[in-house]
T-cell receptor, first 117, second 114 residues
Framework: GAVVSQHPSRVICKSGTSVKIECRSL??????MFWYRQFPKQSLMLMAT?????????EQGVEKDKFLINHASLTLSTLTVTSAHPEDSSFYIC?????????????FGNGTRLTVT | AQSVTQPDIHITVSEGASLELRCNYS??????LFWYVQSPGQGLQLLLK??????LVQGIKGFEAEFKRSQSSFNLRKPSVHWSDAAEYFC????????????FGGGTRLMVKP
């Protein structure tokens, strides 16, 4: 159980376009999901906390107008990279924790490799 | 603020040899501690976690980790490494409040020699 599905796994887009990444909890509900960014050969850096039914909380230095987060339901959060630039190319990973399990760890999606040309 | 340090960026071991990956954390209270493994281009898979109780925790794939409060450490061990263990390993710390985000260490890349 506790599967997190992330889609797409890979996406290539042109500069200036927008890309939407979906994160779904398949067999549990999550009021909170987290979006991480990982540069090559580096660790995961938290970008934002996605809260169901309310605004996301962004980490310092993350542009909220560039990285739009929507948490429309207890099983779906989306990250939209707007007006993408080559420096936005990265590996984006979402995570979530089951709502009703206090001691459950975060479960991660398989990530999305974004390449902006 | 919480932080995690993994002192070893790369480690190479021979297949069948024992392994220890180091993790030190900084946190103001008793933390949740985790080890995750990541294969290239993939997401993270949980190996094991420590919340409370027995400080030696067993995980999947034959891994274990020991929480040492006095040393602020949570080192990952495996008695005999298999070639399929080659991957990136991340130690992470989180607050005890439910649903809190994790802070990750920089990762340790494990290579296994035949």
């Amino acid at each position: 159980g506790a599967v997190v599905s992330q889609h797409p796994s890979r996406v290539i887009c042109k500069s200036g376009t927008s890309v939407k990444i979906e994160c779904r909890s398949l067999d549990f509900q999550a009021t909170t999901m987290f979006w991480y960014r990982q540069f090559p050969k580096q660790s995961l850096m938290l970008m934002a906390t996605s809260n169901e039914g309310s605004k996301a909380t962004y980490e310092q230095g993350v542009e909220k107008d560039k990285f739009l987060i929507n948490h429309a339901s207890l099983t779906l959060s989306t990250l939209t990279v707007t007006s993408a630039h080559p420096e936005d190319s990265s590996f984006y990973i979402c995570s979530a924790r089951p709502l009703d399990r206090d001691y459950s760890p975060l479960h991660f999606g398989n990530g999305t490799r974004l390449t902006v040309t | 603020a919480q932080s995690v340090t993994q002192p070893d960026i790369h480690i190479t071991v021979s297949e069948g040899a024992s392994l220890e990956l180091r993790c030190n954390y900084s946190y103001g209270a008793t933390p949740y501690l985790f080890w995750y493994v990541q294969s290239p281009g993939q997401g993270l898979q949980l190996l094991l976690k420590y919340f409370s109780g027995d400080t030696l925790v067993q995980g999947i794939k034959g891994f274990e980790a020991e929480f040492k409060r006095s040393q602020s450490s949570f080192n990952l061990r495996k008695p005999s490494v298999h070639w399929s263990d080659a991957a990136e390993y991340f130690c992470a710390v989180g607050a005890r409040q439910a649903g809190n985000m994790l802070t990750f260490g920089g990762g340790t890349r494990l290579m296994v020699k035949p």
